[in-house]
């Protein structure tokens, strides 16, 4: 089945600093990697996603990059501010089916 | 509201009792799943619907039941379950292939 890889489990940046995630897939199928952002208590929520046809989508703060060839994508927040910090998640749809999730990055910004 | 309504939010059970959990989607989705969220797997596929057929069940302990009755419900019935299965279940429905994903706020589960 497939397996998403996703790099740090924590991070803790400085506010205005930018803050990386990472991760990789197995699936060669997969066509569609989302990623999710956490807060305490509640549901996750789609902060962005990017289609494999495409190699880098950006809105405002946030971008997402895709390297299909060596399978992985990459979650990239600028001036990060203290309300970005949350748990994110990165995901791919192996057969073109359900999310498979990767284990979580906590992520804090320090004010 | 973002469309995908599940109830109870939170729940106590005793290991020998029977429940169920319950979600609705408004979003005119054709697949809806089930997660469970814990700190030592923190989204585990538990099942998968697609146009009310269950098309995936990730090697879940037969104490969970799921039963799909139609695009918009889906319900995951609870029986003889253990502490370990404490956790917070979430629901989800999206299109076919996983886009537009969207969770509903889930329920947290107690088993004492």
């Known amino acids: 089945g497939e397996n998403v890889e996703q790099h740090p489990s924590t991070l803790s940046v400085q506010e205005g600093d930018s803050a990386v995630i990472k991760c990789t897939y197995s699936?060669?199928?997969?066509?569609?990697f989302p990623w999710y952002k956490q807060e305490l208590g509640k549901r996750p929520q789609l902060i962005i996603d990017?289609?494999?046809?495409?190699g880098e989508k950006k809105d405002q703060r946030i971008a997402v990059t895709l390297n299909k060839t060596a399978k992985h994508f990459s979650l990239h927040i600028t001036e990060t501010q203290p309300e970005d910090s949350a748990v994110y998640f990165c995901?791919?749809?192996?057969?073109?089916?359900?999310?498979?999730f990767g284990s979580g990055t906590r992520l804090q910004v320090q004010p | 509201e973002t469309g995908v309504t599940q109830t109870p939010r939170h729940l106590v059970m005793g290991m020998t009792n029977k429940k169920s959990l319950k979600c609705e989607q408004h979003?005119?989705?054709?697949?809806m799943y089930w997660y469970k969220q814990s700190a030592k797997k923190p989204l585990e596929l538990m099942f998968v619907?697609?146009?009310?057929?269950?098309?995936e069940n990730n090697s879940v302990p037969s104490r969970f039941s799921p039963e799909c009755p139609n695009s918009s419900h889906l319900f995951l019935h609870l029986h003889t379950l253990q502490p370990e299965d404490s956790a917070l279940y979430l629901c989800?429905?999206?299109?076919?292939?996983?886009?537009?994903?969207?969770f509903g706020s889930g329920t947290r589960l107690t088993v004492v």
């Open positions: 979003l005119g989705h054709n697949a």
């Open positions: 699936d060669s199928a997969s066509n569609y």
């Open positions: 995901a791919a749809n192996p057969g073109r089916r359900a999310l498979t």
């Open positions: 619907y697609s146009l009310e057929e269950r098309v």
């Open positions: 990017i289609r494999s046809n495409v």
């Open positions: 989800a429905s999206s299109q076919e292939g996983g886009e537009g994903y969207t």
